[in-house]
């Protein structure tokens, strides 16, 4: 028989868990559901737009009654449940109903603080919780005029709006001096009540309620120092008190809220609790990204999986009032040893503050231009180190080179039919009905249905506002990045452990870091491949079944199935001979198109598969080698004419980049490595958006790294000057092994200085001489191992020869 | 129904990989995992037509080459929230050949 489940609370939290828990052991349990509130379980964030009047009802459901019915649930709305028999393991509710648990899950959520003046049990005087709150206030806005709220943070403010909007006359009466002075500094604060003074709403600051007036119903409010305000209701935002009402009653351990551990248990572990009304690590959330990641963990424990633990959550804030811009997240107050970044410029109503601490941001506050608050969220939550651009950090993201979007609410004004992401083809219609149809919540969700941003990412910020306008916000928590799906390690935490326990195999890796798939998948396994080459050059057994197609096949592979071919052609330079030879080729294979490429060299296409050894044969004998152009590995180094011909040339910038393309080339990278020598600071070469690039100049060459073009146009950072080829040449070497040695697999130099600060990348190439010096001979070592030219390779080897013809022809 | 053709011997084909069977009408990819199962799909992939015999096979499914699909080898159904469908031929394996039904289903 199936065990039963029974969840209490039919809220965000639980239902979410319910959801998780479905997709991992949809036959696990029986489900009974309790409610307190007549409805379905619905999006309670949306409420205020609902106030607002620019949603309904029925667009916030989040599951509706076929859902539960479709996958056996037992809903009973409108019932509270007042007591849990633990020792006979039963959940009995208000009307008498019982059921029987084997697992009880808890999500209560939180009740609204109502402040204890007198008066404050007079009819119209209501928190802002429920659908029932909000229909209480559209009601009195029909009939009544004035509208009292109590509290200045976020619930006070977005409760005020939507009254104002629905034409009552409100004012906002707040304890502190600045509102949401748990959210916003002062300053931000300060400009938040301006913005919404100019929208009609009124303010008494630093002013306490001390009683509600009426008889039966509320009729006025009088304050501290005397005044008096009439009020048809009255709106208690004060602040939320996790629900452990039942969980006190039934002896749970509680403290602000119900406690408990990493894997959401209380202490009886039978009993499970998520949502606001649970107390873990100390902390109680009252936004739904921590709880839904909580849910998650949750679902995880009841499908008997037992892995995912809870580890807390960084949380943070917008404020849903159509027209005011404003993000707030982590630390804003702020040390001794922190920094701050300011920006303000009041009469266009911007204001920035970002506060930094050993280079990692702490906590950020803007107001009136958010556009970048995703993107500094994200640096806060992965501790990238800012150096390398924190002059331009405050000019946000797109000041980096983003070629996505701008404009805040860009999302919110686009019509349906309009491309939101260029790659894969997906206009915004189709992501809000994803969205709505699907119930999608995270970006993650949204990528995995639609597409969208699942390619270039650089649509990403544009999806996730889309994505927020129709669903709320939800920014997602802070998690370490899992390699991918089949494991919980990080990319750093599998290569350290690649290294420190001696790992040598897929096998060894997979089974060390308890991977839950038997052999991985198209993502993790081209990156152990490359983690477990560039640990171990002369252990490990390269797995071609675990290349992409195109490092399997030494070529391209097209959209119709063909490849295309490229010989390498170093530092850009050939000869009459080899053009002949790859003119003979054409000929002789029927090839489609030749190309020049953007890399200085040919590309020859529509090769079928059953030619490529033969291919590779006639130009080997031409002296050409494979060019790489289909790996994560050293593709081409561009040269400039350079000092030998041209008038400005200040050294041999072909001479060089064709010793360093013959130094580095066959080696293998995170992801492609492109390199450029520019004969003087004109720069034909565009060295200055290459992963290594140089830019000679009278007195040598100066060093570029980082740069790329591409999706994220990157120009590089300078690493250092040096007077000779030779030393060219071992910084060279050694940016690419650190690069290979601690850069994430499908990650650029690019990204990876930007995650790792070029400070760092300064202190192992350039302060510490030994360090490079090391790092450019385990270079040369695994180039010992590495630099051979496939083609030849494969051409010599005739079993393998088979492998590139179909296995058999039929009819 | 007993038209089972003899594509080769088991180990022509690389775990974990693929090989491709011409016919008249379309190539068809025999798919070899980890454990030695083998499963037989239309080489096209339902996005785009993609060579799924060049893709990344992993447990009972393979990566289309092209835009990052997973099919079920076993029943050709794209993985979802990815819909659509391969079409798929009944394989065996018999002391190490390896035998197609070509009337697929
Ligand atoms: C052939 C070529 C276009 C051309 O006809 O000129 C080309 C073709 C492709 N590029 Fe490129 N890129 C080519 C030069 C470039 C350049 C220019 C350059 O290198 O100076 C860039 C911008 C510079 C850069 O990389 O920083 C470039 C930025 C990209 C990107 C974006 C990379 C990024 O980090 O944002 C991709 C996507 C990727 O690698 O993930 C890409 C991917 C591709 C792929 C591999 C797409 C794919 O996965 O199938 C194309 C392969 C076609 C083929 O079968 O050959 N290609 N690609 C160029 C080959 C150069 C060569 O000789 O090897
Ligand atoms: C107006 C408003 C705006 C918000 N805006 C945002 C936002 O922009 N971003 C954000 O992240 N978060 C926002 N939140 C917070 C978010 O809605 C909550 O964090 C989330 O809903 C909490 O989920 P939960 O499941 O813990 O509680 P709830 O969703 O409140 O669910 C608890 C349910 O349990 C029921 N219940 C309680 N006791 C019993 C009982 N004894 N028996 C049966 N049922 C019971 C309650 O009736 C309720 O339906 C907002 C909240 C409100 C009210
Ligand atoms: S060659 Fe490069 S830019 Fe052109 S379509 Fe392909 S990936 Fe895009
Ligand atoms: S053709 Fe297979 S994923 Fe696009």
């Not at chain 1, 071609?544 to 010989?567: C, L, W």
């Not at chain 2, 339902?46 to 393979?62: E, N």
């Not at chain 2, 391969?86 to 394989?91: H, I, K, M, Y």
């Amino acid at each position: 028989m199936k065990e039963k489940l029974v969840l209490i609370g039919n809220g965000m939290a639980g239902v979410r868990t319910l959801e998780e828990l479905l997709k991992l052991a949809p036959d696990a349990y029986d489900i009974t559901v309790f409610g307190a509130e007549p409805h379905v379980n619905y999006n309670r964030i949306l409420l205020s737009p609902v106030l607002a009047g620019e949603k309904t009802i029925s667009d916030i459901v989040l599951n509706d009654r076929e859902w539960y019915a479709s996958n056996g649930i037992t809903l009973h709305t409108g019932k509270k449940v007042v007591d849990v028999n633990r020792a006979r393991r039963e959940v009995i509710a208000e009307d008498g109903t019982i059921a029987p648990y084997d697992r009880l899950l808890i999500a209560t959520g939180s009740t609204p603080f109502i402040i204890p003046v007198p008066g404050h049990e007079l009819e119209g005087v209501i928190g802002f919780r429920d659908i029932q709150d909000v229909d209480t206030m559209l009601d009195a806005a029909k009939h009544g005029r004035h509208a009292v709220v109590i509290g200045g943070g976020l619930l006070g403010l977005e409760a005020a709006n939507g009254l104002q909007i629905q034409g009552m006359d409100v004012t906002v009466v707040h304890l502190m001096d600045t509102l949401m002075e748990r959210q916003l500094d002062p300053e931000s604060g300060r400009m938040l009540q301006k913005s919404l003074e100019e929208k009609g709403l009124k303010f008494l600051m630093a002013t306490q309620t001390e009683a509600i007036l009426g008889k039966e119903h509320v009729e006025a409010v009088r304050f501290k120092d005397g005044p008096e305000i009439p009020a048809d209701i009255v709106v208690m935002a004060a602040g939320i008190r996790p629900n452990i009402e039942l969980g006190k009653k039934i002896g749970l351990h509680c403290e602000r809220g119900i406690v408990v551990n990493d894997t959401m248990q209380t202490f009886d572990p039978r009993v499970y609790a998520v949502g606001e009304c649970v107390q873990h690590r100390g902390m109680t959330y009252g936004l739904v990204a921590p709880l839904f990641e909580q849910a998650k963990v949750c679902a995880n424990h009841l499908a008997r999986y037992g892995i995912g633990r809870y580890a807390g959550s960084v949380t943070s804030t917008k404020l849903k009032v159509t027209g005011v811009d404003l993000f707030s997240a982590g630390d804003f107050v702020g040390d001794a040893d922190s920094e701050e970044i300011v920006l303000k410029d009041a009469s266009l109503g911007v204001y920035k503050k970002i506060l930094l601490k050993e280079n990692k941001i702490q906590g950020a506050v803007m107001y009136g231009d958010t556009v970048d608050g995703a993107w500094y969220f994200q640096l806060m939550r992965d501790g990238t180190d800012v150096s390398g651009f924190r002059d331009s950090l405050m000019f946000g993201q797109a000041h980096l080179g983003d070629s996505g979007h701008g404009g805040q609410n860009a999302a919110a004004t686009m019509g349906d039919e309009m491309e939101v992401c260029g790659c894969n083809g997906v206009c915004k219609g189709e992501i809000v009905k994803a969205i709505t149809t699907k119930g999608l919540f995270t970006i993650e969700e949204v990528r995995a249905h639609t597409k969208a941003s699942a390619s270039c990412g650089s649509c990403t910020g544009l999806v996730e506002q889309i994505l927020a306008s129709t669903v709320g916000d939800y920014s997602a928590t802070p998690k370490k990045k899992a390699l991918c799906g089949c494991c919980e390690y990080t990319h750093d935490e599998v290569r350290k452990g690649i290294v420190e326990h001696r790992l040598t195999s897929h096998q060894a890796v997979r089974e060390f870091f308890e991977w839950e798939t038997p052999d991985g998948c198209a993502s993790c396994r081209p990156a152990l491949n490359f983690y477990l080459l560039a640990a171990w050059p002369r252990e490990f057994q390269d797995d071609p079944q675990s290349r992409f197609i195109n490092e399997r096949a030494h070529a391209n592979i097209q959209k119709d199935g063909t490849y295309s071919v490229v010989p390498r052609m170093w530092g850009g330079i050939t000869t009459p001979h080899e053009l002949r030879a790859i003119a003979d080729v054409a000929d002789k294979y029927a090839v489609k198109t030749v190309k020049v490429t953007g890399g200085q060299r040919i590309d020859l296409f529509g090769i079928k598969k059953e030619d490529l050894p033969d291919v590779w044969a006639d130009l080997n004998a031409a002296g050409m080698v494979s060019g790489h152009a289909y790996g994560k590995s050293l593709r081409t180094v561009k040269t400039c004419v350079g000092s030998e011909w041209c008038r400005f040339g200040t050294q041999d910038s072909t001479g060089l980049g064709i010793q360093l393309e013959q130094m580095t080339w066959g080696s293998w990278t995170p992801h492609k490595f492109k390199m450029a020598v520019s004969g003087c600071p004109r720069n034909c070469a565009e060295a200055t958006i290459k992963d290594f690039g140089v830019v000679c100049v009278d007195s040598g060459y100066e060093l570029h790294v980082g740069g790329n073009g591409g999706i994220h146009v990157r120009a590089t950072d300078l690493l250092a000057r040096v007077a000779t080829e030779e030393e060219a040449k071992e910084y060279c070497g050694a940016f690419m092994q650190l690069y290979r040695e601690e850069g994430h697999y499908l990650e650029r130099t690019a990204p990876w200085i930007e995650r790792v600060g070029l400070n760092y990348v300064r202190e192992r190439i350039v302060d510490d001489g030994e360090g490079r010096k090391s790092l450019y001979q385990r270079f040369l070592e695994s180039q010992a191992v590495f630099q051979y030219d496939p083609w030849a390779k494969e051409v010599a080897a005739s079993d393998r020869r088979r492998a590139y013809f179909p296995i058999k022809q039929v009819g | 129904m007993s038209d089972w053709i003899e594509i080769g011997s088991l180990d022509e084909i690389p775990r974990q990989g693929a090989r491709v069977v011409k016919t008249g009408s379309g190539n068809i990819g025999i798919f070899r995992t980890l454990d030695d199962e083998v499963f037989a799909l239309r080489d096209h992939c339902p996005h785009k037509g993609g060579p799924l015999s060049q893709g990344i096979v992993h447990g009972a499914r393979v990566t289309c080459p092209l835009h990052n699909w997973n099919i079920e080898l076993a029943t050709g159904q794209a993985v979802a929230p990815d819909e659509g469908c391969a079409a798929r031929f009944e394989t065996k394996v018999e002391g190490g050949t390896v035998y197609l039904q070509l009337s697929g289903d």
